[in-house]
């Protein structure tokens, strides 16, 4: 089963859920910025979670289908998806048969969508994980962005008709005007914590994967250099000398020497993956509590979040 890449996108990978018990030997995490998003989409089409998805940021491919398969778009909201001259809407099942090509254009809001498949796609796996790393050159397919003329090919897997829950095709707006957080082992450098709370940061053109950087609001912190590198992972955020924070994002190291400031509630890290150069947001401290409370109504609106 195979499909033909006419168009790339300007940043496509093959990405699941990460590496989750990959940090102890210094390799980051990885997976679906928007795991929320990749996951619903496999959970539209009946799949495991967990299947490869491909990752589209801001613009997404053409792909044209040699076989007959079911796919599933999520995530940013797509100005126009096509299967040959159809148009198609996200968040539901869509038949595309063979020789028929899929369209995406530019996403009109946030980043990132994802594009998932009745079928699974064949990737190189790493440390249990397909999911590309493109720094380091590993996973996904020959560990980097998929390649005009490439061919995709997939493996061959029991389809099942959907028998998911309606609400979730429906799903819900993505919101990432204020992220919520709690505090972080070292909040207490900060020199003035209640500016951080009623600050509009702005997402920098220097944002990737690896964080989301900020421009022009500098917060103050009591931060002299010299503090011992520590573990992190996605959603901390850091604070370096010159009080740009930078959201720490799927493809993070694994160990910093900057602030741990916050901590992006875990009911909330899905949204980091979905802010654009030049969005404006907000952080909200909240307690641990609300924070648990979060997660829970999360599991209760999408049931499979339950296997995060």
């Not at 195979?2 to 996108?9: A, D, F, S």
Request: charged content about 20%; aromatic content about 8%; overall charge negative.
């Amino acid at each position: 089963m195979t499909i033909q890449v006419l168009k790339t996108g300007l940043q496509t990978t093959v990405q699941d859920l990460g590496r989750m018990r990959s940090k102890h030997i210094g390799i980051p995490q990885s997976g679906s910025f928007d795991y929320l998003s990749a996951a619903k989409a496999n959970a539209i089409l009946n799949r495991p979670i967990n299947s490869p998805v491909l990752e589209c940021t801001m613009t997404g491919p053409s792909l044209k289908f040699l076989e007959d398969m079911d796919v599933c778009i999520t995530g940013a909201t797509v100005n126009q998806i096509t299967v040959d001259d159809s148009s198609i809407n996200q968040n539901t099942l869509v038949h595309v048969k063979k020789g028929s090509i899929l369209s995406t254009d530019i996403a009109k809001d946030h980043l990132r969508f994802y594009i998932a498949f009745s079928k699974s796609i064949q990737a190189t796996e790493f440390l249990n994980s397909v999911s590309t790393y493109l720094p380091a050159k590993f996973g996904g397919l020959n560990g980097a962005t998929i390649q005009k003329g490439q061919m995709i090919d997939f493996k061959e897997t029991q389809s099942e008709a959907y028998t998911g829950d309606p609400w979730i095709e429906n799903g819900e707006r993505i919101e990432t005007s204020k992220i919520r957080v709690t505090q972080g082992p070292e909040f207490n450098l900060l020199d003035a914590s209640s500016v951080l709370f009623e600050t509009d940061f702005i997402v920098s053109n220097d944002s990737n994967r690896m964080g989301v950087r900020t421009v022009d609001n500098r917060i103050p912190i009591n931060d002299q250099g010299s503090m011992i590198s520590k573990p992190i992972y996605p959603g901390i955020v850091q604070c370096p000398q010159d009080g740009l924070p930078i959201i720490l994002g799927a493809d993070a190291q694994t160990l910093g020497g900057y602030p741990r400031i916050l901590q992006v509630i875990k009911a909330e890290r899905h949204l980091i993956g979905q802010l654009r150069p030049n969005d404006h947001f907000r952080f909200e401290l909240v307690s641990i509590s609300e924070a648990l409370d979060a997660w829970e109504n999360l599991k209760i609106n999408y049931p499979f979040v339950c296997e995060l």
